[in-house]
């Protein structure tokens, strides 16, 4: 299964300048209109993970295989969207296919043209989080509707999904996103939200874009939007995403480098995006070594280990007898395999376990 993470906001606030950053190129037309982004483009990113080249080079691997998030830049959205205005019903659809949200707010001024006439970002997060939750409200409605013969025939499940919809549906008619209420939700009404996929469910990651001289440190407009972020669980990130832009067709490492301490930046923002993402999903990575590629693999917290090896092969899964555990630390300290196996670094553990941040498996199975 992948994981993706679709980049949402109002037409001109730099969508597509953020999505060339990502990708490294200029796949995404970029241009002074609205709706410059009609299909959706999409492009998997690789994870950096400098614990890949640490385990290759002990391993004395062929390849190297980092994990991989999918980012999708999706259509601007305008006030109707969830009657169909604008592109409306095509960007709810791209959303509803999505894990995550990386909503993106205009944070700067400029001649760019902005659709409302004034840059307010609270003011374009609201239009946004409006036309989602009103999307949400006729999902819900439409879903009860047809639930009510159902209901009838005292159809256990539906009682409880009927149940959890009112829940839902009274929360969301005061203007709530979702994503507020899932910590009072018992686990049986988790288990039961995912079927109705709600798009303010989705976990939510407000993206500031700013000013090149504000790329460090923010403006008072983004400080506003993380005051909004703090009142319904959801991440900011301050970001220029013209800045990444030029950044990324820099191709020497050395010269990257420069450039990003001439603008007090220590690090490629895109990469604290791509690991926001990561934490957004709520993803840890485990590793399989050997002599022909290491590789890094994307499970959600919580999964267990036998599931964690039918990412990498079905018979794995199916033919599941147990896993040969070393922790990253260990495997790296020891030098190898067969030295954090003498050292007794290595564990079994059985179908049960719960997987680890940077665990590294062999598999044994038998089918």
Not at 121 to 147: C, G, H, Q
Not at 331 to 339: H, I, R, S, V
Request: proline share 2%; net charge negative.
């Amino acid at each position: 299964m992948g994981f993706s993470c679709g980049i949402i906001g109002l037409p001109n606030v730099g969508k597509s300048t953020l999505f060339n950053a990502l990708t490294a190129t200029a796949n995404a037309e970029v241009a002074n209109y609205p709706f410059c982004t009609i299909k959706p483009n999409t492009a998997s990113i690789a994870m950096t993970d400098p614990r890949l080249d640490i385990l290759a080079k002990i391993a004395n691997s062929s390849k190297i295989l980092p994990t991989r998030i999918e980012f999708i830049d999706i259509a601007g959205l305008v006030k109707g969207a969830f009657r169909g205005e604008g592109l409306g019903n095509q960007f709810l659809a791209n959303i509803r296919d999505t894990n995550a949200i990386i909503h993106v707010l205009r944070c700067f001024e400029g001649q760019i043209t902005h659709v409302d006439g004034s840059v307010d970002p609270i003011r374009d997060a609201e239009t946004v989080d409006t036309e989602l939750i009103l999307a949400d409200l006729n999902n819900l409605e439409k879903r009860i509707s047809i639930l009510d013969s159902t209901i009838r025939r005292q159809d256990k499940n539906s009682i409880h999904m009927m149940a959890l919809m009112k829940k839902i549906l009274s929360f969301i008619r005061e203007g709530k996103p979702v994503r507020i209420m899932l910590p009072t939700l018992t686990s049986e009404e988790t288990i039961l939200l995912k079927q109705l996929q709600l798009l303010t469910a989705k976990p939510m990651l407000y993206l500031c874009n700013v000013e090149e001289e504000n790329a460090v440190s923010g403006n008072l407009l983004s400080a506003r939007v993380a005051d909004k972020a703090a009142d319904e669980d959801a991440k900011t990130l301050v970001i220029s995403a013209a800045i990444e832009a030029e950044i990324a067709q820099i191709s020497n490492a050395e010269e990257k480098k420069e450039f990003l301490y001439s603008l007090n930046l220590d690090e490629f923002r895109l990469t604290k995006l791509i690991s926001s993402c990561y934490k957004l999903l709520n993803l840890l990575t485990f590793f399989t070594v050997g002599s022909k590629e290491t590789r890094a693999w994307t499970l959600r917290h919580g999964t267990k280990v036998v599931e964690a090896a039918g990412k990498i092969h079905s018979d794995f899964q199916r033919g599941f007898i147990r896993a040969e555990t070393i922790s990253f630390a260990d495997f790296a300290e020891a030098g190898g395999e067969q030295a954090a196996k003498e050292a007794g670094k290595m564990r079994i553990e059985g179908a049960e376990y719960i997987v680890q941040e940077g665990d590294i498996f062999y598999f044994r199975f038998n089918i």
